[in-house]
T-cell receptor, first 112, second 110 residues
Framework: EAGVAQSPRYKIIEKRQSVAFWCNPI?????LYWYQQILGQGPKLLIQFQNNGVVDDSQLPKDRFSAERLKGVDSTLKIQPAKLEDSAVYLC??????????FGPGTRLTVL | QKEVEQDPGPLSVPEGAIVSLNCTYSNSAFQYFMWYRQYSRKGPELLMYTYSSGNKEDGRFTAQVDKSSKYISLFIRDSQPSDSATYLCAMSATGNQFYFGTGTSLTVIP
């Protein structure tokens, strides 16, 4: 079974630029999560999708972050414009009805 | 107060030692508890998933949940250098939104 795929793996941008991350969940997993993991901290949930609907986006900074999951499969997370404090690893995870979350390798973002 | 508290370490032990990793939490509604292992520059990997209180064993790993004390533990027996990683606890009230600890960095010295 293929795992959660994410791209790119690394991204370096300057502040005020835009960036987008892509996630392909495990086939058949209805729930998809985006997390932000700052160095030395645990993952923080940004947004949770159930199929193509948003379940929880209470911690998503909506003035600069957006996410979508068209057709209930792949998802993209966008930051526009980026700030220095957005430097982190962005993790995508997916789960089936069991609730067990499987994580992708993450995208490491550096904002200069 | 954070939802989940976890000592960041770092923790360094000799090969073969028993390792104890712990988390405390404040929300008494939490009933789903997970332990993840995260190697450097990799995504978290699920180790143990426990529902409600009690113990769960899987090979060299044992997870314990004490809901009365709001305290969970992960024990690693006969620790190996390959166990060197960051260990994250995570918990949820509903089985959906999980709150993560900050992670404990473990190094097992050969």
């Amino acid at each position: 079974e293929a795992g959660v795929a994410q791209s790119p793996r690394y991204k370096i941008i300057e502040k005020r630029q835009s960036v987008a991350f892509w996630c392909n969940p495990i086939s058949g997993h209805a729930t998809l999560y985006w997390y932000q993991q700052i160095l030395g901290q645990g993952p923080k949930l940004l947004i949770q999708f159930q199929n193509n609907g948003v379940v929880d986006d209470s911690q998503l900074p909506k003035d600069r972050f957006s996410a979508e999951r068209l057709k209930g499969v792949d998802s993209t997370l966008k930051i526009q414009p980026a700030k220095l404090e957005d430097s982190a690893v962005y993790l995508c995870a997916s789960s089936s009805t069991s609730g067990t979350q499987y994580f992708g390798p993450g995208t490491r973002l550096t904002v200069l | 107060q954070k939802e989940v508290e976890q000592d960041p370490g770092p923790l360094s032990v000799p090969e073969g030692a028993i390792v104890s990793l712990n988390c405390t939490y404040s929300n008494s509604a939490f009933q789903y508890f997970m332990w993840y292992r995260q190697y450097s520059r990799k995504g978290p990997e699920l180790l143990m998933y426990t529902y409600s209180s009690g113990n769960k064993e899987d090979g060299r790993f044992t997870a314990q949940v004490d809901k009365s004390s709001k305290y969970i533990s992960l024990f690693i027996r006969d620790s190996q250098p390959s166990d060197s990683a960051t260990y994250l606890c995570a918990m949820s009230a509903t089985g959906n939104q999980f709150y993560f600890g900050t992670g404990t960095s473990l190094t097992v010295i050969p």
